[in-house]
T-cell receptor, first 113, second 114 residues
């Protein structure tokens, strides 16, 4: 079946540090890939997405590139801020899969001054 | 404002006492879904609905029921809650398509069953 594997957290960084959160996937079809973010006490919000190979999704300084050859969708940001502290979820949705999102387990990011 | 609302936000109940968690969206979305979030497991789909009167099981449907009588509402029903249903529940909605559309999530309902 479809699955998403992402690095375990928590990840603790100093402000302005470079962020990478690794995400790899297994899918039976040709998936769309997403990063969702969950701030404390809130629901999930879409951070960025990519729907085909080599697409780069970007938003709020975050980027991720759909790499079909390595089945990966790593999240990066060049300079994190304290306000980026949250839980980040990598997810996929396969065409014909009824819009279902398959999530990774989530990676907690803590950014300190 | 486009949003998904859930009620209640917090609920503590006892084993076997039927409960309903409501979900409503104002975006005229065809697709709605329920997920549960548990530590170390991420989010797992419970049930989903592609449109009014069309519902189907997700990955973890045991112990849950849903209905979709109106396009905007998708309540989650626990007929006889048990402690293993203690979890954080999220409702989501989106346009239908090939899975490429953003899903909008509600704020979550934290359920504790004692």
């Amino acid at each position: 079946g479809d699955s998403v594997t992402q690095m375990e957290g928590p990840v603790t960084l100093s402000e302005e540090a470079f962020l990478t959160i690794n995400c790899t996937y297994t899918a039976t079809g040709y998936p769309s890939l997403f990063w969702y973010v969950q701030y404390p006490g809130e629901g999930l919000q879409l951070l960025l997405k990519a729907t085909k190979a080599d697409d780069k999704g970007s938003n709020k300084g975050f980027e991720a590139t759909y790499r079909k050859e390595t089945t990966s969708f790593h999240l990066e940001k060049g300079s994190v801020q304290v306000s980026d502290s949250a839980v980040y979820f990598c997810a996929l949705s396969v065409k014909g899969g009824g819009n279902k999102l398959t999530f990774g387990t989530g990676t907690q990011l803590k950014v300190e001054l | 404002e486009a949003q998904v609302t859930q009620n209640p936000r917090y609920l503590i109940t006892v084993t076997g006492k039927k409960l309903t968690v409501t979900c409503s969206q104002n975006m005229n979305h065809e697709y709605m879904s329920w997920y549960r979030q548990d530590p170390g497991l991420g989010l797992r789909q419970i049930y989903y609905s592609m449109n009014v009167e069309v519902t189907d099981k997700g990955d973890v449907p045991e112990g849950y029921k849903v209905s979709r009588k109106e396009k905007r509402n998708f309540p989650l029903i626990l007929e006889s809650p048990s402690p293993n249903q203690t979890s954080l529940y999220f409702c989501a909605s989106s346009s239908t398509g090939a899975g490429e559309y953003e899903q909008y999530f509600g704020p979550g309902t934290r359920l504790t069953v004692t």
